[in-house]
């Protein structure tokens, strides 16, 4: 009886906190946020190279509007997205941002105060493949191979950045 009392506890919390977040500007760290209502708009294209060190990047879809903290990577000045986890049950449940996009792209990206209005588009095939999972080795697997299979499976989707 405790122990339901206890997951009972929990179960509430994780809905208020999400309830919650929705309200602010933007996420905070893995809890998805509210729309942006801050940050200076980029004028002009973007030098996505600048940023290729960063660790994530915060990202609003327009629809539905709700922000999240994203790993990403940068490959010949271009940004793509990654979304892991796209065949698994939690998956289906935890991420729902890549349905979306691929429905409506539309989004806001937000790094260091600043935000550019972009598009994300999903490839499906593409050169670009190979060196944007070398990218995210590099990165998030200390250098090791993040695995094509991965991609080729529906595990992993990838979205490109584009602007306009």
Not at 59 to 82: C, E, G, K, Y
Request: aromatic share 12%.
């Amino acid at each position: 009886m405790k122990f339901l009392k206890v997951l009972g506890s929990i179960a509430v919390l994780i809905v208020l906190v999400r309830f919650g977040a929705g309200f602010l500007d933007g996420p905070v760290g893995i809890i998805a946020g509210g729309p942006f209502s801050s940050g200076q708009e980029m004028q002009g294209d973007p030098n996505w190279s600048e940023i290729a060190n960063y660790d994530t990047v915060e990202m609003q879809l327009l629809d539905p509007a709700a922000s999240r903290t994203t790993w990403f990577a940068v490959h010949d000045n271009r940004l793509f997205i990654p979304s892991g986890y796209m065949t698994t049950w939690w998956g289906k449940i935890w991420k729902q941002w890549p349905i979306h996009a691929e429905r409506d792209g539309r989004a806001i990206l937000r790094v260091d105060g600043v935000v550019y209005t972009c598009n994300l588009v999903r490839i499906m095939d593409s050169p670009m493949i190979d060196p944007v999972l070398d990218e995210l080795g590099r990165k998030y697997v200390d250098g090791g191979p993040f695995p094509r299979e991965l991609f080729d499976s529906d595990y992993l989707w990838l979205f490109e950045i584009t602007r306009g």
